[in-house]
């Protein structure tokens, strides 16, 4: 009857059985079968192992098994090995506080175990045999005598056989066999020096040896990752950045080749994923994502890894200042420029900010092709005005009777203008292609930006104050972030509980819509303890001062001019590429050029 009260019957309060606790955990710890796998891989890796070798079958649902070489679990510590909360790797809440090993919550094989038909066979140096424990659906057999020679091997049989509304969940074998297949790679290259296998159905997937960064990341990334990736090293009191980050002319259609590793874990953490982005800004086209494998390692002390069941995010006590380090540390790798990049190497192997384009002799030059005339003719003023240094100096190395070059420079010498549009030229290695407004565009970018960071940012006070609503979280910050704001050209106080007023702006961005620019300003010092957004708007505007600046197409230049803005790019940082992230030039290579024309054969 409509408006009659309903009655529920109270419930007594009683403590859920062990083994439903178990199965709740299972569902946050063990999700599907990669999340086993990872988690039993850890284990490996906390043990000590420096060969780990994963078995497969039908995508992991039907059997998954992790043999190592680690140092083994004591017999007597095997039944403690799949109850829950029981570990070795902490004993109080400091040991917590400052977790280095990649487990600790001691909760993983007893969740397993709860899901699973879970069998556990050790055997630590010195013991006669091994001994081996057994988990089926929570009821744990007695300890037995077993036959191993070295390590711990742990076999997982029928994941969720005793929970059919959670297997249904899980996908197709191919499914979950790829999600297998992306913890253990990610693995694989948290450790190069360890060796990996993997075999799914009786057929080996992948066989790593013990190997560096680089060829691991080859392996597991990709060849043409690293070969295109710059090193990045870093390190400060208590924390270090090391790792490959790729050069700008190597990007992705999606984020599937960027790897994070903190103390040694993959995680996914939007501080340090927001301070690449930033050191990626203007080298990188805006549809296009980097490929990066990074290793972030800090004191214990300064990162949560306890904030997630699966331990995929962290949460940093300062993190302002590892968003800073992060961002600092990448942009220097990435922003040298191209004669420091490749002191000391061979041309023909020099690791290029550019592009290096093999030439198809089937299809290029191709039917139809005909050689245009390559334009060398009158001085541009503008662009001599700009480079008048330069230029005369390369007017006086060019003279009859100038003293030879003691090294070639990395781009080579300017031989013609091919269309008003692009310099030819010549180095050590073959021909060098330049796109020139590109080039010019990232040398005055670059001018721009260095003069402007080496003096305050000037306020354009306003006639009019903005009178603007304001949270109270808004109204914080602006006040605790006051003297921050001033040096970036804000004058901002708060003339109520829930209103801020704006006397004056930055005069670089003073036609910029003041109160949106102010609210992301003030969201992210909230958020990353320092503000991006500010330098972004900042660098668009410079951006697009520097594309008008830039010598246009079809602006005939002389050879030393040429050969100028060769020498300028070459100590110009970031010169591979122009603020949009298109390529300023390509490398021809003299053995495709051999090809091109059949020499040698």
């Not at 990007?251 to 040694?264: E, H, I, K, M, P």
């Not at 050191?279 to 296009?288: C, N, P, Q």
């Not at 139809?368 to 060398?376: I, R, Y």
Request: with cysteine.
């Amino acid at each position: 009857m409509r408006g009659a009260s309903v009655t529920f019957p109270v419930a007594q309060i009683r403590p859920l059985s062990e083994l439903l606790v178990n199965q709740i955990a299972a569902g946050e710890v063990v999700e599907r079968p990669a999340s086993a796998l990872k988690e039993l891989m850890e284990n490996s890796l906390d043990a000590g192992a420096q060969s780990i070798a994963v078995d497969l079958a039908e995508g992991g649902m039907r059997r998954l098994r992790v043999a190592d070489d680690g140092g083994g679990i004591e017999r007597d510590d095997l039944a403690l090995a799949v109850a829950r909360f029981a570990t070795s790797k902490i004993s109080s809440l400091a040991d917590l506080e400052r977790a280095a090993t990649l487990g600790f919550r001691g909760e993983a094989l007893a969740s397993i175990g709860a899901v699973a038909r879970l069998a556990i066979v050790s055997r630590r140096a010195g013991d006669r045999h091994a001994w081996r424990i057994a988990c089926e659906a929570g009821m744990v057999s007695a300890v037995e005598p077993a036959a191993l020679s070295a390590g711990t091997t742990v076999e997982v049989e029928e994941l969720y056989f005793n929970t059919p509304a959670r297997r249904k969940f899980l996908k197709s074998e191919a499914t979950e066999y790829a999600r297998c297949e992306e913890a253990f790679s990610r693995i694989a290259l948290s450790r190069p020096g360890v060796a990996f296998s993997l075999a799914h159905n009786a057929r080996r997937g992948a066989h790593l040896a013990p190997e560096d960064a680089r060829g691991r990341a080859a392996k597991v990334v990709g060849e043409d990752f690293a070969q295109a990736a710059v090193e990045v090293r870093s390190e400060g009191p208590r924390l270090a950045l090391t790792g490959l980050a790729a050069a700008p002319g190597f990007t992705r259609a999606s984020r599937d080749a960027q790897y994070l590793f903190v103390n040694g874990r993959f995680v996914r953490d939007k501080v340090v994923a927001h301070a690449i982005r930033e050191a990626y800004s203007d080298v990188l086209h805006h549809d296009r994502h980097p490929a990066y494998v990074l290793f972030l390692d800090a004191d214990p002390a300064l990162v949560d890894v306890n904030v997630h069941p699966a331990k995929s995010e962290v949460r940093f006590r300062e993190s302002s200042a590892m968003h800073q380090f992060v961002f600092h540390a990448l942009s220097r790798a990435l922003s040298a420029p191209l004669a420091a990049a490749t002191a000391g190497v061979s041309p023909a192997s020099a690791p290029r900010p550019g592009f290096e384009l093999p030439l198809n002799a089937r299809s290029w030059p191709g039917p139809g092709f005909t050689q245009q005339a390559l334009a060398v003719a009158q001085p541009a003023q503008r662009y001599e005005a700009l480079f008048s240094a330069a230029v005369s100096d390369e007017r006086r190395a060019s003279a009859p009777g100038a003293a030879e070059p003691t090294a070639a420079p990395t781009l080579g010498f300017a031989l013609a203008q091919l269309h008003g549009v692009y310099v030819l030229a010549q180095n050590a290695a073959g021909l060098v292609l330049v796109d020139m407004h590109a080039a010019h565009e990232r040398i005055v970018y670059e001018g721009l930006k260095e003069a402007l960071e080496a003096a305050v940012l000037p306020s354009q006070p306003l006639l009019v104050p903005i009178a603007m609503t304001a949270t109270a979280e808004d109204v914080e910050e602006a006040a605790r972030g006051r003297a921050e704001l001033e040096s970036l050209g804000f004058d901002v106080a708060a003339s109520g509980p829930r209103e801020l007023v704006v006397r004056a702006v930055p005069a670089l961005l003073a036609d910029l819509d003041a109160q949106g620019l102010l609210r992301s300003v003030l969201a992210e010092m909230r958020e990353f303890g320092a503000s991006r957004v500010l330098v972004e708007r900042r660098n668009e505007l410079l951006s697009t001062m520097a594309c008008h600046a830039a010598v246009r197409a079809n602006r005939s230049l002389t050879v030393p001019e040429m050969n100028a803005l060769l020498r300028e790019m070459e100590r110009t940082e970031r010169a591979g590429s122009c603020n949009h992230g298109r390529p300023t030039w390509v490398q021809f290579p003299m053995a495709d050029l051999d090809r091109l024309f059949l020499r040698g054969r």
